[in-house]
């Protein structure tokens, strides 16, 4: 049985910083690309960032370039997203999501395996 733990999420104040952690099991974890997603009240999820299953590609959505990054460590099957320089419009719940296979997956509908998601409210 494939698990995404999310954990890392919190209430802070604009500008500050936060670090996200998925832990993942039941699953080959180094042959998956690892994404996270994010979905504010009112909106659709959306694409926050994504890392290849090797060589630790990334790719970010515009608004997050240059505060978010995202990184892997897949001896510990654990994917981390450190966000810096935080924003009320960062506010959502945020889900870590797998897909095996693919590079380059921005579209929620593709990804095969998802978290339970963790809050992130950045008050401004």
């Known amino acids: 049985q494939v698990q995404l733990v999310e954990s890392g999420g919190g209430l802070v104040q604009t500008g500050d910083s936060l670090r996200l952690s998925c832990a993942a099991s039941?699953?080959?974890?180094?042959?998956?690309?690892m994404g996270w997603l994010r979905q504010a009240p009112g909106k659709e999820r959306e694409f926050v960032a994504a890392i290849s299953w090797s060589r630790g590609r990334t790719n970010y959505r515009n608004s997050v370039k240059g505060r978010f990054t995202i990184s892997r460590d897949n001896a510990k099957n654990t994917v981390y997203l450190q966000m810096n320089s935080l924003k009320s419009e960062d506010t959502a719940i945020y889900y870590c999501?797998?897909?095996?296979?693919?590079?380059?997956?921005?579209?929620?509908?593709?990804?095969?395996?998802w978290g339970q998601g963790t809050q992130v409210t950045v008050s401004s």
């Open positions: 039941g699953l080959t974890f180094s042959s998956y690309s």
């Open positions: 999501a797998a897909v095996f296979g693919k590079w380059g997956t921005v579209l929620p509908d593709e990804y095969d395996y």
